[in-house]
Each structure stands twice: as structure tokens, then as C-alpha cells.
């Protein structure tokens, strides 16, 4: 009789309408937990989970204050475009071998994307956004981007682009853009990437080491602040030499 009940008891719910007084006992609607979660407003079954190499991220909350205490309101406010990782996808396949490409980030990781990268949603009331691993500019362990904490993936390496700026005879600094020249592409690499993986799954390792100066493309590099310092993630591809 005890395990004819629940039966009963659904059957009864869903023939009686508005009926909801009979509930098995135990069941996760009678303890009021959701087996769900919410994405967009709505209810969906299980977990968020993301598919080939796309990776779900918490967006880092928006910073309403600077660091000399003024606040910001409305559109000043700086959005960031960096998170925690909260889940990833199985990976990309190579589209020749078939081979599955290993996904650079784990859930718990922090990481910076571009500025223009993912797709943003709404789920479990903050705000993620979906990105592919190729958008991943720098990944960092614990809570704050530091130089030590962060590391890039694939081919890609951070460069400590040098400063362009130059001071005139009265004392004046003039910085490139104001000169109408190019972005900073010169500087020394910080940290490099593990390289990409060819199509029989061997890793290609990146040519440069830690300490090189580099010349890049022009625009090449994706900007990234870190401890207040001017860096770039550059692909190997847009590296054109080294000094």
C-alpha cells in the first residue's frame, strides 16, 4: 500500500484540476526543492550545459566605483568582461582526424575574453555569457587577476607592450594616438601558451621563450589590464619577429 500511494496520488493531481492536496511524501515538490534551474526567466530541466568548445561563464560584477573612490552611474559604469568558469563543453573536433581538442579551461577557472566575445544570458538570476574557448584571452586561478595567477592558452602569448609615448621639451607627454601613430606592437613576453594542437594531436610548442622581445601586427594584439599594467595576448601567427 505504501508504495501504491505516490501512484495514486499523481494519478488523482493530474485528473482533478487545480487539484495540488495530494503530494508523495518525500518527493521534491513536497520539500520544495527544484530539480531545474532558470534560465531566461524560465524553468528548464537539469543544468546548463554547454556543447563542442563553448564554455559557460559568470559574469564578474560591474564595478560602480573607481579606484580613487568616485562612483559611477548609468553607462560610466565599467562593465567587465572577464568571470568564472561554471562549466565547458566536451571540445571541438578536428574536422579532418576527428580528433577531440582538449578544452584549455576547467569550472572554477577565471578568465578575461574580448570585449565583443559570447553570447550573454540570463540563468539562475546573474548574468553569464556563452564564449568559445578561442575567445579565452587569459585564464587565472583564485579570485583576482594578478601576473602570477594568469597564464594563456593554445599559441597565444602576453606581451608587456612597451610605452610609446614620448615628452616634448616643455615636459608635455604626448601618447602615440594623440601622434596618430599605431597601437604599441613591441614589447616582452611574460608568459606563453602551450601551443596548438596539430591534426594527429600532437601539441606544436610555441618558438619564442619567456624574456623575448617581439614585433606583432599592428592591431594585432587583444589588450588586457593586469595589476594596472598594459599587456597583449598576440597569436603566434601575428608575431613577425623577435629581438
Known amino acids: 500500500m505504501t508504495k501504491l500511494f505516490p501512484i495514486l496520488a499523481a ?4 485528473s482533478i484540476p487545480e487539484c495540488h492536496a495530494f503530494v508523495a511524501p518525500g518527493s521534491s515538490r513536497a520539500n520544495g526543492v527544484r530539480l531545474g534551474a532558470k534560465l531566461e526567466g524560465r524553468e528548464i530541466e537539469g543544468a546548463l550545459t554547454p556543447t563542442n568548445n563553448f564554455v559557460l561563464v559568470k559574469i ?18 565599467i562593465k567587465k568582461t572577464e568571470g568564472k568558469v561554471i562549466s565547458v563543453g566536451p571540445g571541438k ?8 581538442f582538449p578544452m584549455p579551461v576547467v569550472a572554477g577557472d577565471g578568465v578575461v575574453y574580448g570585449k565583443y566575445d559570447g553570447t550573454e ?16 584571452l587569459v585564464k587565472f586561478s583564485g579570485d583576482e587577476l ?18 610609446n609615448e614620448e615628452e616634448t621639451a616643455s615636459g608635455l607627454v604626448i601618447a602615440a594616438t594623440a601622434k596618430g601613430g599605431s597601437k604599441p606592437s613591441t614589447g616582452e613576453v611574460v608568459k606563453i601558451g602551450p601551443g596548438r594542437m596539430a591534426s594527429n594531436g600532437e601539441i606544436m610548442i610555441v618558438d619564442i621563450n619567456v624574456g623575448d622581445m617581439v614585433k606583432f601586427r599592428d592591431f594585432a594584439g587583444n589588450e588586457v589590464d593586469i595589476e594596472g599594467g598594459e599587456f ?4 603566434m601567427t601575428d608575431v613577425l619577429a623577435r629581438f
Open 146 to 163: 594578478t601576473l602570477e595567477t594568469a597564464d594563456v592558452v593554445s599559441d597565444n602569448i602576453l606581451v608587456k607592450v612597451e610605452d
Open 232 to 235: 597583449a595576448v598576440v597569436k
Open 93 to 100: 573536433t578536428h574536422q579532418e582526424s576527428g580528433l577531440l
Open 11 to 14: 494519478a488523482i493531481s493530474l
Open 60 to 77: 564578474a560584477a560591474i564595478e560602480d566605483e573607481t579606484e580613487g573612490g568616485i562612483l559611477l552611474t548609468g553607462s560610466a559604469k
Open 121 to 136: 544570458i540570463d540563468y539562475e538570476g546573474d548574468k553569464h555569457t556563452l564564449i568559445r574557448d578561442d575567445d579565452v
